[in-house]
T-cell receptor, first 110, second 116 residues
Framework: DAKTTQPPSMDCAEGRAANLPCNHSTISGNEYVYWYRQIHSQGPQYIIHGLKNNETNEMASLIITEDRKSSTLILPHATLRDTAVYYCIVSDNAGNMLTFGGGTRLMVKP | GAVVSQHPSRVICKSGTSVKIECRSLDFQATTMFWYRQFPKKSLMLMATSNEGSKATYEQGVEKDKFLINHASLTLSTLTVTSAHPEDSSFYIC????????????FGSGTRLTVV
């Protein structure tokens, strides 16, 4: 079973920040939080991952709460091309498979 | 870095025939690759874990004799759908992780299989 809970869908206005929440209240101490996105009919694309600290890269920022039970993916300036299904996944990064939940379908609107 | 190539991207086959899907790690070696299946508007479901040089591990409910997996080298895993039926029509995706990578798991672009 997936270890994360995400809202099934969200809308965001183009140019605004998209904040996608994820609950992972049963996360273990050695598990990372991964975010991927899947644009229609393509394979999932890696966005970002983190363990404890907040992370930022050229695509997004990841904010992890101090108790690590939830996180938020932030797309600072959403574009129409960011419309996709976003998956939050927890994994121990030890080569084990990733379990996908339902994800959040983000619709960026003009 | 950490590119996974999947081929073909689309395939249409007749019922009863077999189809082979290839998954290659282009710039790294992968002792383990994963095969997922995705039905329309659904999430990815793991089918099997492909291990280089040994037998694949299948998830519950996945027929190993129907979905043959071969991981003969550190850069190639293949999934063969044998005696395909229309209900096997789906989007098949492979994944691999570069050891020590900061890129997480890399996924192939997927294969859309249609069985007619």
């Amino acid at each position: 079973d997936a270890k994360t809970t995400q809202p099934p869908s969200m809308d965001c206005a183009e140019g605004r920040a998209a904040n996608l929440p994820c609950n992972h209240s049963t996360i273990s101490g050695n598990e990372y939080v991964y975010w991927y996105r899947q644009i229609h009919s393509q394979g999932p694309q890696y966005i970002i991952h983190g363990l404890k600290n907040n992370e930022t890269n050229e695509m997004a920022s990841l904010i992890i709460t101090e108790d690590r039970k939830s996180s938020t993916l932030i797309l600072p300036h959403a574009t129409l091309r960011d419309t996709a299904v976003y998956y939050c996944i927890v994994s121990d990064n030890a080569g084990n498979m990733l379990t996908f939940g339902g994800g959040t379908r983000l619709m960026v609107k003009p | 870095g950490a590119v996974v190539s999947q081929h073909p991207s689309r395939v249409i086959c007749k019922s009863g025939t077999s189809v082979k899907i290839e998954c290659r790690s282009l710039d790294f070696q992968a002792t383990t690759m994963f095969w997922y299946r995705q039905f329309p508007k659904k999430s990815l479901m793991l089918m099997a874990t492909s291990n280089e040089g040994s037998k694949a591990t299948y998830e519950q409910g996945v027929e190993k004799d129907k979905f043959l997996i071969n991981h003969a080298s550190l850069t190639l895993s293949t999934l063969t759908v044998t005696s395909a039926h229309p209900e096997d029509s789906s989007f098949y995706i492979c994944s691999a992780q570069r050891t020590g990578s900061n890129y997480g798991y890399t996924f192939g672009s997927g294969t859309r299989l249609t069985v007619v």
